[in-house]
């Protein structure tokens, strides 16, 4: 998500300029290819980042007022993050374009929000929710890959400051 800017409200995302450039040599491959783009979606950062105007609840999916885009209504950050991403495709030439999430996750320790419980709650319902679509793509699974579930503590990740044992 670090290639991404003007993201809240989604529909105003685009890509960085210093990353454009690059970006638009790899969307019109994909593109071209007729391949998807693959994303890290990891909303625990975006909610450590601003937790004074993102719920723990919304990162989490758990109810709380919609945000409203438009025509677009978000319950959750999963969903208001992947639809940036598809609104910079779109502003980007690369509209036709699917994301696969391929990687996502939630920290169990390290930083504020972080807990076994926590990563539990994200990783049940983001596996629930992917089945339907987002806002901006509704009825359309993503296909979306998880990140670490396992308690062996054989890998260690750094994500900004703080570890965590995957």
């Given at each position: ?50 937790m004074k105007d993102i719920p723990l609840e919304y990162a989490l999916f758990k109810p709380t007022p919609p ?100």
């Amino acid at each position: 998500m670090g290639a991404t800017m003007d993201t809240y409200p989604p529909s105003h995302g685009r890509f960085r300029d210093d990353y454009i450039s690059f970006l638009q040599s790899v969307i019109s491959f994909l593109v071209s290819k007729k391949s998807p783009l693959l994303l890290n979606s990891y909303p625990y950062f975006s909610y450590k980042d601003d937790m004074k105007d993102i719920p723990l609840e919304y990162a989490l999916f758990k109810p709380t007022p919609p945000v409203i885009d438009g025509q677009y209504s978000y319950h959750n950050l999963f969903d208001a993050q992947l639809d940036a991403v598809y609104a910079a495709l779109e502003k980007s030439g690369g509209g036709s374009l699917e994301v696969v999430v391929s990687e996502s996750g939630w920290p169990t320790q390290g930083g504020p929000g972080t807990s076994v419980e926590n990563a539990m709650t994200y990783v049940n319902n983001l596996i629930q929710h992917v089945k339907s679509g987002t806002p901006r793509k509704p009825g359309k699974a993503i296909e979306t890959y998880i990140f670490a579930i396992r308690f062996c503590g054989s890998l260690v990740v750094n994500h900004g400051d703080f570890d965590q044992s995957a």
